[in-house]
T-cell receptor, first 114, second 113 residues
Framework: QQQVKQSPQSLIVQKGGISIINCAYE??????FPWYQQFPGKGPALLIA?????SEKKEGRFTISFNKSAKQFSLHIMDSQPGDSATYFC?????????????FGRGTQLTVWP | NAGVTQTPKFQVLKTGQSMTLQCAQD?????MYWYRQDPGMGLRLIYY???????DKGEVPNGYNVSRLNKREFSLRLESAAPSQTSVYFC????????????FGEGSWLTVV
């Protein structure tokens, strides 16, 4: 059973546009929701993360919106740039769990056209 | 990705051959992980180690074994490689053990023919 569902699988956006990637989760025990960014040939790297005590977190052009009742969260990339072209993964975990592991979505390949 | 080093970077194996992927970290991570990444499947956890001396199965452990040799090193072994194990493998570490911030290595590209 997939714990975190991510959409769309691929996304093409023009330079300057807004990129939106959505994720949904099942387990209400999850309390940490990071996004990872992966460039070709590299490992994923933490981009931004949110906890459910806030509904939005913004870091530069990247914003996470969180809807606890709907069990959904999304990544918004404002003023998208060609350098943002990468694969993005959402994830979820239960902090403090002795197992302490992340459950990843299947990824979204973002292409930003100049 | 600094701090988590994987070797080899690329490897081609014949079906039935065995090999070990090595991973070492210098970030004092307590927890370490092995993931595989396949197109359209995202990152799937193979095995993890919450602390030195302990290992546990993840989502897709079949065909793999792991060893947490010490706090720094966590190796992944394929005893008898199969074409279905063609994938990109990532080692990762997490200092908190809570999955709060996972640092990934740069990946090992494995092809089984």
């Amino acid at each position: 059973q997939q714990q975190v569902k991510q959409s769309p699988q691929s996304l093409i956006v023009q330079k300057g546009g807004i990129s939106i990637i959505n994720c949904a989760y099942e387990n209400t025990a999850f309390d940490y929701f990071p996004w990872y960014q992966q460039f070709p040939g590299k490992g994923p790297a933490l981009l931004i993360a949110i906890r459910p005590d806030v509904s939005e977190k913004k870091e530069g052009r990247f914003t996470i919106s969180f809807n606890k009742s709907a069990k959904q969260f999304s990544l918004h990339i404002m003023d998208s740039q060609p350098g943002d072209s990468a694969t993005y993964f959402c994830a979820a975990s239960k902090e403090g769990s002795t197992l302490g592991r992340l459950y990843f979505g299947r990824g979204t390949q973002l292409t930003v056209w100049p | 990705n600094a701090g988590v080093t994987q070797t080899p970077k690329f490897q081609v194996l014949k079906t039935g051959q065995s090999m070990t992927l090595q991973c070492a970290q210098d970030m004092n991570h307590n927890s370490m992980y092995w993931y595989r990444q396949d197109p359209g499947m995202g990152l799937r956890l193979i095995y993890y180690s919450a602390s030195e001396g302990t290992t546990d199965k993840g989502e897709v452990p079949n065909g793999y074994n792991v060893s947490r040799l010490n706090k720094r090193e966590f190796s992944l072994r394929l005893e008898s490689a199969a074409p279905s194990q063609t994938s990109v493998y990532f080692c990762a570490g997490d200092s908190t053990g809570s999955g709060n911030t996972i640092y990934f290595g740069e990946g090992s590209w494995l092809t089984v023919v």
